[in-house]
């Protein structure tokens, strides 16, 4: 097995053929999936096939994980994916301007969204439907924006969660500003204290605010966990397009820990994102982890992967889908019968049916709104052009054309 | 080069990746990078399948980092090559600013003119495909306000192939503004490589009450006013600058001199907008003494792009703003 180590330069005055130097693309695709072998640098506690693995490091994370709560995140990831569903199907019926589907992504962010306290802060990039979940930030506010009724449809402060941020990269350097601010306000240095946790992409590992971001972090031991879900495509590159190195690995450059968790597998994932956010919050951040996870379904409803992936590379996924491990998990040792299911089935359904019925009832937006919300108070130019523009509008409910 | 040209209808889009596929047919110099643009084709299919026909060597996905784009393009061209990058929404060249105002824009004057270059930025411009206010954006004023750089805004099929080739063959860091809504139209453009040149406005209509100028997707808007207007007996000339920078001032000034008036229109918010140039330029001009109505910019509003799609068309001038921004100019002055 190649691993980064191997890729060592020769000493100086070695020869120059250094072929050891640089990886073959078979190295780094090797290098950057190692993990779907289950290598050893993958935290996993729950199996695809749901058998529970012991973690001498991550086990005392989730020991209150008992089987209600352990059916509590089946629900929360059954409901988020049933919420996926619809609103992908909203969007093809023309009810939403795009939607951005998590379809396979739903460990990762409950597990990563039940990990934070009431007063930790959390950025998302615009695929985190499953932590906004978890910070009670409504189905119904997300849908807004992407019927294009509403901007931000929530308070960030109240929800403890950041707007979505759709440039890429962008949300990295807020978050590093706002746990430095953390830090530097005293919420940090002990069980008691606050952390923030940070969303993107595998392809926002490229930008430059996210390099910036891990500086500012590291430079001011900001309580920031940076979590990046791989979820092995940026659009139509995968991510050797844009790493030599396993992503977790590039923490060390920065000075802090890197991990990387199965990111389809929720119990991992609130394990070690808990012991990230701990880690922060008594004051030895910033930390990050990698969620190695799959993008099951378009990157948007804009979005064609079979233009550039081959159906084999998804089938295999399915067999690690994040849901039914914990299916598995709960059926084979008891922990949940089959009402059980069929109440959470029966659950979804109902909850599918009040999105659909809120989407297509959300009253449009007042025309002249437009003109609100640029500045923080009302604008002279702007007032003039609401006038202007109310006038017109008044002009066509006289021509009766409206 | 021949005198006939095979002209036949294709898409605004087929017309950029036509040119493209020239250059780099004629050129070995040629290369495109940036995001998608390989088997995806590009975002908007722009780049298609050109990576099928001319490699991966030569059409480059690159990671996810739009200053990395431009900044190897810079230094590519400064190597001798002839890169053309793709930003994928003109709205991201501003992750990339610092390589196009400091670096590419810069060069070849800080060098004291010893290094070139002959780079050109693609990127997709404008609103109305409901891409809300960070991809919807029309930022041409920022490029033209720096010397150094040209700028190209094509308004037709032919536009879209001639002006990339032309800005292609230039010696100078090239930004081509391509509009998203553009892409799918048809219109007829030569199947040779034919040039637009640089500088060179185009006299898209001709009338005797006043003169539009537009750029982007409002010259086809100006164009369908000045049919409606003609119903009116409002004859309207229309001029598509093509380039913004270098502007062709001089057929905007002799029509505005013909017509007396001049309506000014773009996608692009009103304050510090590139037509607040034109105006200027006109009132600066020897036009001024036979204007016959004050210069009236018609402009987004001073709003970002919203998300909602009613208020996004609220947003830029449409078709009956046109009509009667002209007809208020001709009836009242
Ligand atoms: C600055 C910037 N460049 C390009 C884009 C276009 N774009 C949107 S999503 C995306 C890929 C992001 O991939 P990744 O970070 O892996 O996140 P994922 O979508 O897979 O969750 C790109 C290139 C953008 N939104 N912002
Ligand atoms: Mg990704």
């Keep these: 097995m190649s691993s980064p180590e191997q890729w060592t330069h020769p000493q100086p005055g070695d020869s120059s053929a250094a072929t050891a130097a640089k990886p073959t693309p078979e190295q780094v695709i090797a290098g950057l999936r190692a993990t779907s072998e289950g290598g050893a640098d993958l935290v996993q506690l729950l199996t695809p096939e749901g058998e529970r693995v012991d973690s001498p490091e991550f086990d005392r994370y989730v020991t209150d994980i008992d089987g209600a709560r352990l059916r509590s995140l089946f629900r929360d990831m059954t409901l988020v994916r049933r919420f996926d569903r619809e609103a992908n199907a909203l969007q093809r019926q023309g009810q939403l301007g795009i939607w951005v589907p998590l379809l396979g992504q739903e460990a990762a962010q409950i597990g990563a969204g039940r990990a934070l306290r009431p007063m930790d802060m959390a950025f998302p990039s615009y695929r985190e439907h499953g932590v906004a979940w978890c910070r009670n930030v409504s189905p119904q506010d997300l849908l807004g924006i992407f019927r294009c009724s509403d901007h931000s449809g929530w308070d960030p402060v109240a929800a403890r969660f950041h707007p979505y941020t759709i440039v890429i990269g962008n949300q990295v350097l807020n978050a590093a500003g706002y746990a430095m601010g953390q830090r530097f306000d005293g919420h940090v240095g002990d069980d008691d204290g606050e952390a923030t946790i940070c969303f993107f992409g595998d392809g926002a590992t490229s930008q430059g605010d996210v390099h910036e971001g891990f500086v500012w972090a590291a430079v001011y031991d900001a309580p920031l966990v940076f979590f990046c879900q791989n979820n092995q495509w940026a659009i139509s590159e995968p991510t050797e397009r844009q790493s030599r190195l396993p992503l977790y690995q590039r923490a060390q450059g920065y000075g802090f820990p890197g991990i990387r968790v199965d990111g389809n597998d929720v119990l991992a994932c609130l394990a070690v994102t808990r012991w990230a956010l701990d880690e922060c919050r008594t004051g030895n951040g910033p930390m990050l982890i990698e969620a190695f996870t799959y993008r099951m379904d378009a990157h948007t409803t804009t979005d064609d992967p079979t233009r550039y992936r081959l159906s084999d590379e998804l089938e295999a996924w399915k067999l690690k889908d994040p849901i039914e491990r914990v299916r598995a998990y709960l059926s084979r040792n008891g922990l949940a019968d089959n009402d059980f299911f069929e109440e959470i089935a029966a659950e979804a359904d109902n909850f599918a049916a009040e999105i659909r019925d809120f989407c297509v009832n959300m009253p449009d937006p007042p025309p002249d709104r437009i003109f609100s919300e640029v500045y923080a108070e009302p604008s002279p130019v702007l007032e003039a052009q609401r006038a202007e523009y109310l006038s017109y509008l008044d002009g066509f409910v006289g021509a009766g054309e409206r | ?333």
Excluded at chain 2, 80 to 89: K, L, S
Excluded at chain 2, 159 to 171: E, N, S, T
Excluded at chain 2, 240 to 248: E, F, I, M, Q, V
Excluded at chain 2, 305 to 320: G, W
């Design chain 2, 1 to 333: 080069m021949t005198a006939t040209t095979d002209t036949r209808e294709i898409t605004y889009a087929e017309a950029v990746r036509e040119a493209l596929g020239q250059a780099m047919e004629s050129d070995d110099r040629v290369f495109l990078f940036g995001e998608d643009v390989g088997t995806y084709g590009g975002a908007f299919g722009v780049t298609g399948d050109l990576v099928h026909r001319f490699g991966e060597d030569r059409v480059r996905d690159t990671p996810i980092s739009e200053l990395g784009i431009v900044g190897a393009a810079v230094g590519a061209a400064l190597a001798g090559m002839r890169p053309i990058v793709e930003i994928q929404f003109s709205d991201f060249t501003a992750q990339a600013m610092d390589q196009i105002v400091n670096q590419a824009a810069k060069i070849h004057f800080m060098l004291g003119g010893a290094a070139e270059v002959p780079m050109v930025l693609r990127a997709p411009g404008g609103s109305g495909t409901g891409a809300a206010a960070q991809h919807s954006q029309s930022l041409e004023a920022w490029f033209a306000h720096i010397p150094g750089l040209k700028v190209v805004m094509p308004a037709t099929v032919a536009d879209a192939k001639g002006l990339l080739l032309a800005a292609i063959d230039d010696p100078n860091p090239v930004v081509v503004l391509e509009h998203k809504l553009l892409y799918k139209q048809s219109g007829p453009a030569p199947q040779e490589a034919t040039r637009t040149p640089l500088g060179k406005a185009a006299v898209r209509r001709t009338g005797t009450d006043l003169t539009i100028v537009a750029t982007g997707v409002m010259v086809s808007r100006a164009l369908e006013a000045a049919e409606q207007l003609a119903a009116e007996g409002i004859t309207a000339t229309v001029v598509d600058p093509r380039t913004l920078k270098p502007l062709d001032e001089q057929t905007i000034v002799d029509t505005v001199t013909a017509t007396g008036r001049a309506l000014l229109v773009q996608e692009a918010p009103r304050s510090g907008g590139f037509m607040s140039e034109v105006s200027a330029m006109l009132c600066d001009s020897p036009a001024f003494g036979y204007l016959r109505a004050p210069v009236r910019r018609l402009c987004g509003l001073d709003v970002p792009i919203p998300y909602a799609p009613q208020l996004e068309r609220a947003a830029v001038p449409q078709v009956p703003d046109i009509v009667a921004e002209a007809t208020k100019l001709v009836r009242e002055w």
